[in-house]
DNA sequence: ATGTATCAGGAAAACGTTTACCTGAGAATG
DNA sequence: CATTCTCAGGTAAACGTTTTCCTGATACAT
């Protein structure tokens, strides 16, 4: 490695000087200023930000925890988060938790010892779960801010979707098309999944609407499958479900990733999608609009999500007693072709 | 920030028994080992990696570059790169080039900058863009493994799909079949794709297949789409293909985000998959079991990609001077149910 | 001409580690 | 008992920066 030494010594002048050119914190005469430069070109000087963060007590980096990063929604707010910081200055650390504490726990430590400023950190589920460890990050004094799950208990910056109203909409949308029996799907590795966390208030949501309309909820119709991944869930779940419900009409699946694994079940089944059953899903991801038929969806766009979240974290940053906010960010539902009015 | 200093006055002995303690690079007494532990647990200490990485004169972080993070394909081959990674004992530092040479280059300046030992490079396209940039890591001594992308004129570790082969095995499939019009769909952003990479190696191996088979190469058949996104291409390249193409019997897209596409366009045309026509698609991401119909494809699994990647790498910081390798790994054919014989 | 203010640039400390080297006490050997 | 060996633990240098403090020269005012 070529070191600021050299340039120092090629350039004739003092480390110092060098310092000042490349960062322009002090005045530096024309000539001089040239000679340093031109050493910095020859040599490919490259200043090593390990020691420049070990001076300056900073690393200008942030982590960035999410369960799985090869996850439908998941990779497009990794993507959006990384655009948003390394347009702010600074550097993000992706690390996947795999939605287990243990795993979660190990990457808070790395992320530590890389002393990140701040954390945007998806908590695992059950939320209760990762308590312990947004506690480590806050008590040595680092920004966090949660994403998408909240976790209400703790007092931390959170940016969270509406997933209430969003389950609210879905369910009047489909209820004002008719249908009297709609059931609710969701599944993936997360086996309490449901009892916490983005699911449970979509839940919530729709048991609102259909109160408000008069109609029963009836448990039997939300099925939760364990499954390697969403989208299995989903179709695995849709035969549960139709099983033990056969009346139902129009299901609800709590992601767009399981919504595909229930279209899937519903062709296989030979139901045609919307005319004997309609599909919805929740998130937009790109696939949502490319599925056959295209999905009816509650969009939660990660830019919006990811800009909001690195916002907080940076006022944080900045003035460290301002007040802990939690900001809910709207969903909207997008019609497409999956959803009708019910058969008959 | 707790440092080494106050562990060391908190357990009464000096700063390097601590260190010895914590690295166990020395015989310490187990009285005083037990004191240093007390107080490293008392402070909540958590050393410096910046400090260690400067002394060290490493830093054991691996920079991985990918075009997109949220591309289907390259999020599973970054989760595979993470773990395979981590489980090692590095620190994968991740970016997006979003295939953007003047993008790649600021990412590469800011992975030398973090003193990176070594990078994961998928290139952008055309991969002859990407070679400055390689060769000013490799001017750093800085290991490099390409991956997914090969430059055959540099004289690097590289680990690339077989995609001559897979190209091969998808047409003499097809043609198997009795398929005697196949049609070849691509796009993206990388408007030059067609022209380098593996899209040109698998065409190639189509070509092969073809001439083997007596069949011609229309050019007409091969269409390239300039779109947002990979499934938009081969939803407009389909119309464009057909139009112009009618006797077409088997569209092979180029990857099965494309091929999402195709399935898309032929059902809006009224084409029933795979009776009136056969879509294949290449990759075998998560999506292809679960579209309608089920893809036949090839597939291409990150898992051993970044293995052998991370193997290459490690061997290569290990033995600086080792022998440079280009490993093919092969592509499996999976059969499914877009594919069948042609109509009538 | 003398004193003072300005300011370009250098010397050196500091950041938190690791590690080469040193020291002094006890063990072992004659 | 004297001498050497062993080795646990301490001291201090080093990693590559940034930044505080200092110096000496020049400009300016009296």
């Known amino acids: 490695m070529t070191s600021i030494k050299s340039v120092a010594k090629r350039a004739g002048v003092s480390i110092a000087t060098v310092s000042r050119v490349l960062n322009d914190t002090k005045y530096v005469s024309p000539s001089i200023r040239e000679k340093v430069l031109n050493a910095v070109e020859e040599l ?6 390990t020691a420049r963060n070990l001076r300056r007590q900073q690393t200008q980096s942030i982590g960035v925890l999410v369960p799985h990063l090869n996850d439908l929604y998941f990779s497009g707010l990794a993507f959006a988060i990384e655009k948003e910081l390394t347009s702010s200055g600074y550097s993000p650390l992706f690390a996947s938790t795999e939605s287990d504490v243990l795993k979660e726990s190990l990457c808070v430590d790395n992320l530590m010892q890389h002393g990140v400023e701040g954390v945007i950190f998806v908590p695992s589920l059950p939320v209760s779960d990762s308590v312990e460890n947004v506690q480590r990050l806050l008590a040595a004094e680092i920004a966090v801010v949660l994403v998408d799950r909240a976790i209400p208990t703790l007092r931390v910056n959170q940016v969270i979707s509406n997933n209430f109203q969003g389950g609210y909409d879905a369910a009047q949308y489909l209820i004002g098309l008719g249908h009297k029996h709609i059931g609710l799907l969701d599944g993936g590795t997360d086996a309490l999944l449901p009892k916490s966390g983005p699911g449970r208030d979509r839940i919530a949501g729709v048991q609102q609407a259909m109160a408000e309309a008069g109609m029963e909820f009836n448990p039997k119709n939300f099925v939760f499958t364990d499954d390697q991944n969403q989208s299995g869930a989903g179709y695995k779940g849709m035969f ?6 056969p009346e139902i009409t129009a299901v609800f699946a709590l992601t767009d990733a399981c919504a595909v694994g229930v279209l899937r ?6 139901l045609s999608v919307p005319r004997d059953i309609s599909v919805m899903g929740f998130d937009d991801i790109p696939l949502a609009s490319h599925a056959i038929p295209r999905l009816t969806t509650l969009a939660q766009p990660p830019q919006p999500i990811a800009q909001a979240a690195i916002n907080l974290l940076i006022k944080h940053l900045n003035e460290p007693n301002s007040e802990f ?9 997008v019609v497409r072709e999956s959803t009708a009015p019910p058969p008959g």
Chains 1, 2 share one sequence.
């Open 44 to 49: 490919n000087y490259i200043p090593s930000i």
């Open 240 to 245: 549960t479900l139709l099983h033990q419900s």
């Open 265 to 270: 079940a519903a062709y296989e089944m030979g």
């Open 325 to 333: 906010q939690t900001i809910n960010v709207g969903t909207r539902l």
